[in-house]
């Protein structure tokens, strides 16, 4: 079955620079959500989208924005990158009653 | 504002030893996550309750749900090396789709 894509796995960046992170749904799921963990943390919600528009919105930097586009996929573009960044980011896709599925996470090293 | 506590934060168990990690959370809730995780890994979900008394069970580990206390309980039966990870448990609000993570448990058997 088809789960949830996020690229890139990996990503390094320097301070100050920007970084986009991408977040393919399970086809059909038009819910996708944010989140990012930091080490040794639990994950903490940043934002979501329902059918393209942004539904909820959590504890997300300035510096950051996301969109859903018209396939449903999702990206996150983080700007002005500080080393307190780096984290897991991770993604999951979810469709009306259906449970959260989320992706393998992109690990963002900020140097 | 939803709140998950869980606890025990830390837990060193030796192997064939049975525990408990609990997770209270202080609003009504739709659903309840239980999701594995490893170091630097995604998160695996293991389990996700939807009802009061709801129980569900795979291998050593049993998940139950108790909505009027607002608890879960991850319970481990004679445990093995293999089941050392953190172990998170996260609330769907109800009405708002976001998942809120307990702190996690990170779990560590000893031989």
């Known amino acids: 079955a088809a789960g949830v894509i996020q690229s890139p796995r990996h990503l390094i960046k320097e301070k100050r620079e920007t970084a986009t992170l991408k977040c393919y749904p399970i086809?059909?799921?038009?819910?996708v959500y944010w989140y990012q963990q930091g080490p040794g943390q639990d994950p903490q919600f940043l934002i979501s989208?329902?059918?393209?528009?942004?539904?909820d919105k959590g504890s997300i930097p300035d510096r950051f924005s996301a969109q859903q586009f018209s396939d449903y996929h999702s990206e996150l573009n983080m700007s002005s990158l500080e080393l307190g960044d780096s984290a897991l980011y991770f993604c999951?896709?979810?469709?009306?009653?259906?449970?959260?599925?989320f992706g393998q996470g992109t690990r963002l090293t900020v140097v | 504002e939803l709140k998950v506590e869980q606890n025990p934060l830390f837990l060193s168990m030796q192997e064939g030893k049975n525990y408990t990690i609990y997770c209270n959370y202080s609003?009504?809730?739709?659903?309840l996550y239980w999701y594995r995780q490893d170091p630097g890994k995604s998160l695996e979900s293991l389990f996700v309750?939807?009802?009061?008394?709801a129980v569900k069970q795979e291998g050593r580990l049993m998940a139950s749900l108790d909505t009027k206390a607002r608890l879960s309980t991850l319970h481990i039966t004679a445990a093995v090396h293999d089941l050392s990870a953190t172990y998170f448990c996260?609330?769907?609000?109800?009405?708002?789709?976001?998942?809120?993570f307990g702190t996690g448990t990170r779990l560590t058997i000893i031989p």
């Open positions: 309750l939807l009802s009061n008394g």
């Open positions: 086809p059909r799921h038009d819910t």
């Open positions: 999951a896709s979810e469709s009306g009653d259906t449970e959260a599925f």
């Open positions: 609003t009504t809730s739709d659903r």
């Open positions: 996260a609330v769907e609000g109800f009405g708002n789709e976001k998942l809120t």
């Open positions: 989208f329902y059918e393209k528009m942004q539904s």
